[in-house]
Each structure stands twice: as C-alpha cells, then as structure tokens.
C-alpha cells in the first residue's frame, strides 16, 4: 500500500514537471519573437530619430587639389547633397566611385569626419589640347590621356593635333607626348603663333609639323634644340619683315641647321644664309 501510494505522488510530480516543461518548450518561439521584434523596433526606431536629426547632416564638403572646377560642380559629380546627406549613412568608397565615373575626375580621396563633413581630394583632368583623326575630336588632359570624346556645343579654343590616318595606335602615346612637349616650348621660348590657336600635324613617315600661320617641319623628337633653332629663324624673319611660308629643320638632334622657304616661288634659304640676308638688298 504504501508503495503504491509512493508510485502515486512520484507520477503526479512527473506529470507537473513535464507539463511546465512543455509550456517553457512553448513559449520559448513566442519569447524569442517577441524579443526579435522588439530589437528590430528598437533599430528602426534609432534609425527614424537619426535619419531626422540634423547633427549629422551635410554641411560642409572640403575640396583639396588644383583645379578650375567650381565646388557646386565636383560636389553634384560626386553625387553628395548639401543640407540633405547624413553622414552616418555615407560610404567612402561608394562617393569615390561617384567622383570617379565623371571623364574630368582623374582621381578621388573621400574622408567623412563626422558629425558633418566630407573631405574629398582630388586629382582633376584639365583639357589641354584636342587629338582630331578619322574617329572624331578627343580631349588630351595634361596627364597625357585622352578624356573624352567632345561634343561640337563644348569646343573650345584650344590647340589641335591632327593625327594622319595611317598613325598606329602604338604611336598615339608618343605623338601625345611630343604634342606636351611642342606646347610647353611654344611658351617657355616666347614663339608666338600668327594663328590661334595652334595646328600641329603628325605622321609616323614625317612626324611633327606645326602650323602656326607658317609651316615649320620639326620631324621627331628630341625638339628643344630645333625649337631653339625655330626661334632663330623667326626672329630673323620678324628684323628683316620676310613673309615666311615653310621652315625645315634639321633632323639631326642639335638641329643647327634649317631651311626656310618665305614663298611658293622664292627659293629656299639655309639658316646660315639668313643671318646675312636683307630684304631690301635681296628684294624679297
């Protein structure tokens, strides 16, 4: 009997122990639910008061690196927005993709310094010259590649380098380059050009001539000293008033020797002869 009894009770316990086990079993899903929607409330209630306070709006965009750009520009480019953006939800490198996609941003640096500030340093392509071949007219920034291509309502005054339409494209990079550096010695040695602004031609049997209103043959590279020699033969031409029409410097790389042509029917004259010549004298 008292064994029986005994069995009785421990039957009982077991049934109330496995009862609250059940019911914790149960609300274990429903606690968990609870608990998840109650963080996912919490988040999207953090995110709302964020995204409507005004301590981390956009206020300021510092811009380092040379460029003509005007801020309002690179600051649309790189897709920001003044007094709209929250900087706790902008991504460094998302705004430098931005930056980067526009043809004039060479390169960007982007640093978000909260609570309201981006600092972007860039590098900016500045349209030197135009490349003109069969395929249209390009952009040549000072970095010595080509931007993009220009649309006729963008043309500029800027000088032009025509490429023959027999020119590899292995021989673009130099013809680019040699342009650079025809430029940069048109303006350190003072060479004014008649015609603005300035033509120069380039074919790979050739190489450079710069149509300037006269024609001067200049060949390749190195150019410094048929440069120097071209600024001889000017100034001569300039004392003495001759109409010049063609120069053809030496090729060789002191180009100490040129030959200048003032008319379709005059005859040529070596640079050496030029000192001596006066246009009274020789009746040109």
């Known amino acids: ?49 964020l995204n409507q306070s005004e301590h981390f709006l956009l206020k300021n965009v510092v811009i380092q690196g ?11 480019w790189c897709g920001l927005h ?13 705004i430098q993709a931005m ?7 060479r390169t960007a640096k982007v640093q978000i310094e909260l609570p309201d500030t981006v600092n972007l340093k860039i590098q900016v392509h ?23 291509p220009v649309p006729p309502e963008d043309i500029e005054p800027l000088p032009v380098l025509v490429l023959d339409k027999k020119v590899l494209s292995e021989d673009v990079p130099m013809a680019i380059s040699g342009m650079l550096q025809i430029l940069s010695l048109l303006q350190d040695k003072a060479i004014l050009c008649n015609e603005q602004p300035a033509i120069v031609e380039f074919a790979s049997a ?23 020699c071209l600024k001889k033969v000017l100034k001569i031409v300039s004392q003495e008033n001759l109409p010049l029409e063609k120069i053809y410097i030496a090729q060789s790389a002191n180009a100490n020797r040129a030959t200048v042509r003032f008319s379709e029917q005059g005859s040529p004259v070596v640079l050496e002869k030029l000192h001596r010549l006066s246009a009274r004298k020789e009746g040109l």
């Open 1 to 49: 009997m008292w064994l029986r009894g005994n069995r009785k009770k421990r039957t009982l316990k077991e049934m109330i122990f496995m009862v609250g086990t059940i019911a914790r079993l149960a609300l274990l899903p429903v606690l968990a639910v609870a608990l998840i929607a109650l963080v996912v409330y919490g988040a999207f209630q953090g995110y709302n008061k």
């Open 66 to 76: 040379e460029t003509d750009l005007t801020q309002d520009e690179i600051i649309g």
């Open 126 to 148: 500045k349209p030197v010259f135009y490349v003109a071949n069969q395929f249209g007219l390009f952009e040549v920034s000072q970095f010595k590649e080509v931007i993009r």
């Open 206 to 228: 050739t190489g450079f001539m710069l149509a300037c209103g006269f024609k001067a043959h200049l060949g390749y590279p190195p150019l410094d000293a048929k440069m120097n």
């Open 82 to 94: 003044l007094g709209q953006d929250k900087t706790l939800f902008l991504k460094a490198e998302e």
């Open 99 to 105: 930056c980067e996609r526009h043809p004039r941003i």
